[in-house]
């Protein structure tokens, strides 16, 4: 049995949504989709109201998702310019730089106001307009969020790419959606070293065509290498332009901005978002999911790089009219108190963050966390990988004290935002469950090679059965990639790739891609609950497990291993973390191989790529296939060097 956990008391009886209005409303959304989001619709504004609503088809190869088609509107006038006139002083973005010494700015609506207008200006001066590509390619710095307020307010399309990516993954990219301008800083500070932004951006263009400007925002002061003709100062332009930008009038369905995934089961595919369903979406699952007050301090740790930064750094909460705050650092810079520390300063309410961040401060003990005075918190949150019960319980327990309910976000790139995610006052949680469905959201379990339409508590493979507004449009360039990607596997539905269980009171359970189920002697099994096994034991800090071909029992069970930081490797610890799944879950999921790994091939945001890892333990690393996305390329040498599977 595992455990439920009530809503706190007090946060039901304040939430926007408690549990009786989640039923009701949840019910109404799914029989009356369209008048649901007529209605929802109206969480922004609209420069000609729109009378069309939902016009999409799931049906393969004839796939269209259309929302709000008729209506007109600006994502960055819904984000500035409507709370002028009520909250022009309130602070819009609170920016929290990598050195804890230098000083925090807060840039209140009026500011961001100004700021984005000369931007946009900047941007006009270049030679950008409607639907024309750009680059985003910097720090967390405010002139991020700009950025990409600005490309909304002129009609521009803009795609972000993560500052830690290569100069090859920007040329890619840049070249895919063939964008016009690239927009970098000099520098980029993180954990105390400064990457060379411009750098990377200069080999990056010697890969483009010659006609792609660059944009440069001053952070650091460092020295630069300038191409005169191709490179403009953010700073000289903004002097010389207009302080006010009118923000151009957009179709529902004119593209906001393409993201690239993050690449953790494949080539990268540019995900295209547009703006009506969009803004509606972001708006809604922001204020709901995070049963956001007015006046709270909200903090989102992703980076702008990944559409969780997006969606709720940018979109959501500015649209909301929240106070959103932006981190340029990392969590363990300059120790492993920092997120506390800055929740600890700016008095944060919302905190949320990822499953991998918080297992690696986990790992640090919870001294850091104790130093710090952590009772503004309220709500917690995760995503982008389902979380462990054992790093449930310890968010729980360690840094919410129990307090603060936490909503484990089940979504994607593509799902422009929640999906599966419970609401702070309205929904019991589980450690380690996205719980139930958002509104309008229709999820489906279907058997994995039959189709066939699972009911009551089940396994297997999760879709959607029908569209809802923050959902992708296509993949840029390519809609056959998109049709084929999503919806060709089961008819009808909105494939996610992700595999999962539904208990016994409808809750979901993500047990990890569809591409990580193990069959162990015609047993099927998810990677994910051996793993939170390993976790649980206290000399884990993180494992992966993938399958690799074994000749008795057609898949054998690998497992690779970090261990917390006060622990050392021996052949005793391998046997007792053996004896160990094999007592937990059962003799059938007993590791085959325990490779030690001082450290995980992860994808800048963070997760885990197994695909390298189902290689490694194939004993067949030749093919590693595209890595350009991992954080740290040397992790995957050492784990070469010291594979357990030798042929
Ligand atoms: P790519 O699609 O390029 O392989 P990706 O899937 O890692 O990359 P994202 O869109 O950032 O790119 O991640 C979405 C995926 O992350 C989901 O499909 C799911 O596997 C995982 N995920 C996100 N949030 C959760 C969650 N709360 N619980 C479980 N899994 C999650
Ligand atoms: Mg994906």
Not at 447 to 472: C, F, H, K, R, Y
């Amino acid at each position: 049995m595992t455990e439920t956990i009530p809503v706190p008391s007090d946060i039901a009886k304040n939430a926007h949504i408690d549990a009786e209005t989640y039923q009701r409303m949840y019910k109404a959304s799914v029989e009356d989709t369209e008048a649901f989001w007529r209605k929802e619709g109206e969480r922004i504004d609209w420069i000609t109201p729109y009378t069309r609503v939902k016009n999409t088809s799931f049906q393969s190869p004839n796939v269209y998702i259309r929302w709000y088609e008729d209506g007109t509107l600006n994502a960055s006038a819904n984000c500035i310019d409507r709370h002028l006139a009520t909250r022009g002083d309130q602070t819009a973005i609170i920016w929290e730089p990598d050195a804890p010494t230098d000083e925090a700015k807060h840039i209140t609506y009026r500011e961001l106001h100004e700021k984005v207008c000369r931007f946009a200006n900047v941007l006009k001066e270049l030679g950008i307009g409607r639907g024309d590509r750009v680059v985003i390619y910097l720090p967390m710095i405010p002139e991020a969020a700009y950025a990409m307020l600005a490309c909304a307010r002129i009609g521009a399309v803009h795609s972000v790419v993560f500052a830690g990516f290569s100069p090859d993954s920007l040329a890619n990219r840049i070249n895919d959606c063939d964008a016009k301008l690239v927009i970098t800083s000099d520098g980029a500070p993180r954990g105390g070293r400064t990457t060379n932004l411009k750098d990377n951006t200069n080999s990056a263009l010697l890969h483009c065509k010659e006609s792609v400007k660059c944009l440069v925002v001053r952070r650091t002061g460092q020295q630069v290498a300038w191409n005169a003709g191709q490179d403009y100062w953010l700073d000289a332009l903004e002097a010389t332009v207009d302080a006010d930008c009118p923000p151009e009038e957009m179709g529902a369905e004119d593209p906001l901005f393409i993201l690239y995934t993050s690449g953790s089961t494949g080539r990268p595919k540019g995900v295209v978002h547009t703006t009506g369903g969009y803004m509606v979406y972001a708006a809604m699952t922001h204020k709901l999911t995070f049963d956001y007050k007015d006046g709270e301090i909200y903090w989102c740790t992703a980076d702008v790089g990944w559409v969780t930064g997006h969606t709720y750094i940018v979109y959501g909460p500015l649209a909301n009219g929240a106070i959103s705050l932006m981190f340029e650092g990392v969590p363990t810079y300059p120790d492993a108190g920092r997120f506390w520390a800055v929740c600890e300063k700016h008095k944060v309410a919302t905190f949320y963050t990822a499953p991998t961040a918080i297992r690696a401060l986990m790992g640090k003990g919870d001294e850091p966390v104790k130093a710090h005075d952590l009772s503004s918190l309220r709500i917690l949150g995760t995503v982008g990988e389902p979380i462990n019960p054992e790093a449930w319980r310890w968010y729980d327990e360690v840094v919410g004290a129990k307090r603060c309910p936490i909503v484990d976000t089940w979504w994607q790139t593509e799902t422009g935002g929640h999906l599966i995610t419970p609401l702070p006052g309205a929904t019991p949680t589980k450690p380690g469950s996205a719980t139930t469905p958002f509104f309008g959201i229709k999820p489906a379990v279907l058997d994995a090679n039959t189709g066939e339409v699972l009911e009551g508590a089940t396994e297997g493979v999760l879709v959607i059965a029908d569209s809802w507004p923050g959902q992708m449009r296509t993949v840029w360039g390519d809609h056959q990639r998109f049709v084929e990607t999503y919806f060709q596997h089961y008819k009808g539905y909105y494939f996610t790739g992700d595999g999962c269980r539904r208990d016994e009171d409808g809750y979901y359970w993500i047990t990890g891609r569809v591409d990580d189920v193990l069959n162990v002697s015609g047993h099927r099994m998810g990677t994910a609950e051996i793993e939170s096994t390993l976790v649980a034991h206290p000399a884990v800090s993180e494992a992966a497990v993938v399958g690799y071909p074994h000749d008795i029992k057609g898949q054998g069970i690998y497992c690779y291993v970090t261990l917390m930081s006060d622990k050392e490797p021996s052949e005793a610890l391998r046997k007792e973390l053996s004896d160990w799944v094999r007592s937990e879950i059962g003799p059938i999921a007993k590791p085959d191989l325990i490779q030690w790994a001082p450290g995980l091939p992860k994808t800048r945001s963070g997760k885990i790529m197994r695909r390298i890892l189902r290689k490694i333990a194939e004993d067949d690393f030749g093919a590693l296939g595209d890595t350009s996305t991992l954080a740290d390329p040397a992790v995957v040498d050492d784990l070469i060097e010291n594979r357990q599977n030798r042929k």
